[in-house]
Nanobody, 121 residues
Framework: QVQLAESGGGLVQPGGSLRLSCVAS????????IAWFRQAPGKEREFVSC????????VVADSVKGRFTISRDNRRKTIYLSMNDLQPEDAAIYYC??????????????WGQGTQVTVET
């Protein structure tokens, strides 16, 4: 069974940065597309970014393009989401998830418990 564990969330001020990590404990990341999505209270789930296996290609949502970067370290079975210039509208619980293909429109198949990102002064 696939197990994903997110970490790295926290409280930052507007304009601040965080790096989220997603560790896969039960499968080799090389062959899986992994996505980050987020969900704020009372809002729909929102795709953020995804990355394919090797060679890695990425898709980034327009709402975070230029501020967020997704990357992977297959040896460590870890996917990262580096977030810069965070704004209050970025506040949400962030989840990493497996996908059959890296796409904004592909379903999320399994995900971890999430990590909370709070952006406020």
């Amino acid at each position: 069974q696939v197990q994903l564990a997110e970490s790295g969330g926290g409280l930052v001020q507007p304009g601040g940065s965080l790096r989220l990590s997603c560790v896969a404990s039960t499968f080799a990341l090389d062959y899986h597309a992994i996505a980050w999505f987020r969900q704020a209270p009372g809002k729909e789930r929102e795709f953020v970014s995804c990355i394919t296996g090797s060679p890695a290609t990425t898709v980034v949502a327009d709402s975070v393009k230029g501020r967020f970067t997704i990357s992977r370290d297959n040896r460590r079975k870890t996917i990262y989401l580096s977030m810069n210039d965070l704004q209050p509208e970025d506040a949400a619980i962030y989840y990493c998830a497996t996908q059959n293909m890296c796409s904004e429109y592909a379903p999320f198949l399994s995900w971890g418990q999430g990590t909370q990102v709070t952006v406020e002064t």
